[in-house]
């Protein structure tokens, strides 16, 4: 079984800032990691994935995480945060064998401010 | 972009009354799901299908009931909508990666 943390529940951070979002896993089995970010009132957008390969994973909106296995954490970040910034941000674990459910961390809030 | 779709992606309806929210996709994806988010709140998944004719409950108990009868498509419906039920329910696709849909925002008088 697998479960995800993140630990911030809210971070405020000024435009143009850089910000970084935690995200931290457990896993008895090697895993897959996402990052989703969600907009008011809509579903969720995937921000960028680890599936393999190299550590660091750059994804849209200028956003990226490294994979870090030995601290078994998956943390995003962007070097300049713009307004529309500002929204929901999920991460997420699927095991790379066993059952295809995926399971989301509480999520962070991100305001970004002017 | 997921090719995923919700409808309605509003709803406001009486206590009583029996709802079907509609998910379809057109990527081919054997594995869909359904999550519950109440605003600004962690997903709950709360069915799942690997395939058609083939439903799993989730992680979190409901008093919802889906199908999969063909590949594209994952009704879930609510036979007695209640106050309770009020929430917004995301419908996901799996093939490689997870894509959702963008919600069927639910609210019960």
């Known amino acids: 079984a697998q479960s995800v943390t993140q630990l911030d529940s809210q971070v405020p951070v000024f435009e143009e800032a850089p910000v970084e979002l935690r995200c931290n896993y457990s896993?008895?089995?090697?895993?897959?990691l996402f990052w989703y970010v969600q907009y008011p009132n809509q579903g969720l957008q995937l921000l960028l994935k680890y599936l393999s390969g190299s550590t660091l994973v750059k994804g849209i909106n200028g956003f990226e995480a490294e994979f870090n296995k030995s601290q078994t954490s998956f943390h995003l970040r962007k070097p300049s945060v713009h307004i529309s910034d500002t929204a929901e941000y999920f991460c997420?674990?699927?095991?790379?064998?066993?059952?295809?459910?995926?399971?989301f961390g509480t999520g962070t809030r991100l305001k970004v401010l002017a | 972009e997921a090719d995923i779709y919700q409808t309605p992606r509003y709803l406001v309806i009486g206590t009583g009354k029996k709802i079907t929210l509609e998910c379809s996709q057109t990527m081919g994806h054997d594995k869909m799901y359904w999550y519950q988010q109440d605003p600004g709140m962690e997903l709950h998944l709360i069915h799942y299908s690997y395939g058609v004719n083939s439903t799993e409950k989730g992680d979190l108990s409901s008093e919802s009931t889906v199908s999969r009868i063909r590949t594209e498509h994952f009704p879930l419906t609510l036979e007695s909508a209640r106050p309770s039920h009020t929430s917004q329910y995301l419908c996901?696709?799996?093939?490689?990666?997870?894509?959702f849909g963008p919600g069927t925002r639910l609210l019960v008088l």
């Open positions: 996901a696709s799996t093939g490689e990666t997870q894509y």
């Open positions: 997420a674990v699927r095991g790379i064998t066993g059952t295809y459910k995926y399971i």
């Open positions: 896993s008895s089995v090697s895993v897959y």
